[in-house]
Nanobody
Framework: QVQLVESGGGLVPPGGSLRLSCVVS????????MAWYSQAPGKEREMVAG???????VYADTVKGRFTIFRDNAKNMMSLQMNSLKPEDTNVYYC?????????????WGQGTQVTVSS
């Protein structure tokens, strides 16, 4: 059974930092593209940052220069360093793993972790 477990969310004042982690079990993340998504109430999930299996990272314009995505294949985990947080970053953050293996698309999601930026 594949599980993605996020942690590291919480309440932080504007300008603060958080580091989210996503630990994966049941499958090696090596062939997977990994990503962080955020979702506001009543809205669709949007990608915040993604990292390919070769380590190439992409970011949403709203977080460029503030967030950094990491992956550690040896530890089977991914992280998101969030700096200079803004109230509009408040959302539930989900990690996602996606790969095409043997012609089949495999997609897994975590359960989400709440990030609240407020004074």
């Amino acid at each position: 059974q594949v599980q993605l477990v996020e942690s590291g969310g919480g309440l932080v004042p504007p300008g603060g930092s958080l580091r989210l982690s996503c630990v994966v079990s049941g499958v090696s993340i090596s062939p997977y593209a990994m990503a962080w998504y955020s979702q506001a109430p009543g809205k669709e999930r949007e990608m915040v940052a993604g990292i390919a299996k070769d380590g190439h990272a992409v970011y949403a314009d709203t977080v460029k220069g503030r967030f950094t995505i990491f992956r550690d294949n040896a530890k089977n985990m991914m992280s998101l360093q969030m700096n200079s947080l803004k109230p509009e970053d408040t959302n539930v953050y989900y990690c996602k793993a996606r790969a095409v293996i043997g012609g089949a698309e495999l997609v897994y999601w975590g359960q989400g972790t709440q990030v609240t930026v407020s004074s």
